[in-house]
């Protein structure tokens, strides 16, 4: 992949990497690249920016900026501040980033779990009056719902754990499934023993 980089007068080198790649991954997750990169400039900046400044900064639209901007207040990134003396609005992130990424694991979840139950769950209220559709159908419906609603269960039980205990399980990565017994050599084990 070839990087591109347009150089601005307003953002030192590292600042500017950092709203590109965050923009880029941003397109991945589905989020727009303008969100993503005002999110990260927000993110990266030691002060509240006004739109102004931000369309200055990243080149954009001011319409966009506060389209962008509207998205991000929805997702609770950012906050409006004010400055005294200035009719400006504005905008600051969330620094804590164990916060930031509760805020939008909380989102993801309302946005994209939570309809997929509901979804499920009318597919298999249907499904027990309907005749046509066999039992193994029903099973399926059932067998999908209780994992999502599993997923989502372990999803929120995550999210409110304190951040200390969250932060703690971070770092052990692979020790918490070694200590529930399993490694990727086991894993691969049992894959080949039941095939």
Same mark, same amino acid.
């Given at each position: 992949?070839?990087?591109?980089?347009?150089?601005?007068?307003?953002?030192?080198?590292? #600042?500017?990497?950092? #709203?590109?790649?965050?923009?880029? =991954?941003?397109?991945?997750?589905?989020? /727009?690249?303008?969100?993503?990169?005002?999110?990260?400039?927000?993110?990266?900046?030691?002060?509240? @920016?006004?739109?102004? %400044?931000? *369309?200055?900064? @990243?080149?954009?639209? &001011?319409? /966009?900026?506060?389209?962008?901007? !509207?998205?991000? =207040?929805?997702?609770?990134?950012?906050?409006?501040?004010? *400055? @005294?003396?200035?009719?400006?609005?504005?905008?600051?992130?969330?620094?804590?980033?164990? %916060? =930031?990424?509760?805020?939008?694991?909380?989102?993801?979840?309302?946005? %994209?779990?939570?309809? $997929?139950?509901?979804?499920?769950?009318?597919?298999?209220?249907?499904?027990?009056?309907?005749?046509?559709?066999? /039992?193994?159908?029903?099973?399926?419906?059932?067998?999908?719902?209780?994992?999502?609603?599993?997923?989502?269960?372990?999803?929120?039980?995550?999210?409110?754990?304190?951040?200390?205990?969250?932060?703690?399980?971070?770092? =052990?990565?692979?020790?918490? $499934? &070694?200590?529930?017994?399993?490694?990727?050599? !086991?894993?691969?084990?049992?894959?080949?023993?039941?095939?």
């Amino acid at each position: 992949m070839t990087e591109i980089t347009v150089k601005t007068d307003t953002l030192p080198p590292a #600042v500017e990497r950092f #709203v590109v790649a965050w923009g880029e =991954m941003g397109a991945v997750w589905g989020v /727009n690249r303008s969100v993503s990169q005002i999110h990260a400039l927000l993110y990266i900046s030691d002060r509240a @920016l006004s739109a102004e %400044e931000i *369309a200055e900064r @990243l080149k954009l639209a &001011r319409s /966009n900026v506060s389209t962008s901007l !509207r998205e991000l =207040m929805s997702w609770s990134l950012i906050r409006r501040v004010s *400055a @005294l003396g200035d009719r400006r609005d504005f905008y600051e992130a969330e620094a804590d980033v164990f %916060e =930031m990424v509760r805020r939008i694991a909380a989102n993801r979840k309302a946005r %994209e779990i939570d309809p $997929a139950i509901a979804a499920l769950r009318q597919c298999l209220a249907a499904a027990e009056g309907d005749a046509q559709v066999s /039992n193994q159908v029903r099973q399926r419906f059932k067998t999908m719902l209780d994992f999502t609603e599993g997923v989502a269960r372990s999803f929120d039980e995550v999210l409110h754990l304190p951040t200390p205990v969250l932060s703690k399980l971070i770092k =052990m990565g692979g020790a918490v $499934a &070694r200590l529930a017994g399993f490694s990727a050599g !086991r894993r691969a084990k049992r894959s080949d023993a039941d095939d």
